[in-house]
């Protein structure tokens, strides 16, 4: 099984729809991040939590809310999708003790 | 702001060969500086990884070196093969912002039989 898993994988939604992509993690890792990937334009950070207490905005986290309901777990969700938020979401967790990030297998997001 | 580029964008060569992929970064005050691998459609795997008191890692065919002063870091990839073929990226993870990585856009890497 994987260390950090993403569902769902791929999903097709509406304009306006509410949809949430989930994360889970067997690292034991406390950092969580989310990120999105556009072609030419790279990864870019959505939301990071370094526990369960402590969330913060990344540098594009408007339109987007994120939940740790746990150490282990880490929601990233879209209010009301808007087709621009089309695109290839990462989760990751890093260790703290080397700083090594290690990746989801991405959830595809298309917005209609 | 961080700014990493990689170059060339993409490249192509025939199976054997041995070449060099590149990172570079415009702020030296770097944590560490990480590569990683993509297949298409596919999450990022962690190739690796090096402290910015260091100066290479080795896994395999594969031997990364970090120039900090320069701005600059190299994948080197020993008698490549048609699995390698994927996109490379790096991401640097600066002192005093450690909360996150910036990613260069990637070099997108075909090996031919």
């Known amino acids: 099984d994987a260390d950090v898993t993403q569902t769902p994988r791929n999903r097709i939604t509406k304009t306006g729809k509410r949809i949430m992509l989930e994360c889970s993690q067997t690292k034991g890792h406390d950092r969580m991040y989310w990120y999105r990937q556009d072609p030419g334009l790279g990864l870019r950070l959505i939301y990071y939590?370094?526990?369960?207490?402590?969330?913060n905005k990344g540098e594009i986290s408007d339109g987007y809310s994120v939940s740790r309901q746990a150490q282990a777990k880490f929601s990233l969700s879209l209010e009301s999708a808007i087709p621009n938020q089309t695109a290839l979401y990462f989760c990751a967790t890093r260790a703290a003790s080397t700083g090594e990030l290690f990746f989801g297998e991405g959830s595809r997001l298309t917005v209609l | 702001k961080q700014e990493v580029t990689q170059i060339p964008a993409a490249l192509s060569v025939p199976e054997g060969e041995n070449l060099v992929l590149n990172c570079s970064f415009t702020?030296?005050?770097?944590?560490?500086l990480q590569w990683f691998r993509q297949d298409p459609g596919k999450g990022l795997t962690s190739l690796l990884l090096?402290?910015?008191?260091?100066r290479e890692q080795t896994s395999g065919r594969l031997n990364a070196s970090l120039d900090k002063s320069s701005g600059r870091s190299t994948l080197y990839i020993a008698a490549s093969q048609p699995g390698d073929s994927a996109t490379y990226l790096c991401?640097?993870?600066?002192?005093?912002?450690?909360?996150?990585?910036?990613f260069g856009k990637g070099t997108s890497l075909l090996v031919t039989p």
């Open positions: 991401a640097v993870r600066n002192s005093n912002s450690g909360y996150a990585l910036n």
């Open positions: 090096i402290q910015s008191s260091q």
């Open positions: 702020d030296s005050a770097i944590y560490n």
């Open positions: 939590s370094f526990d369960v207490k402590d969330i």
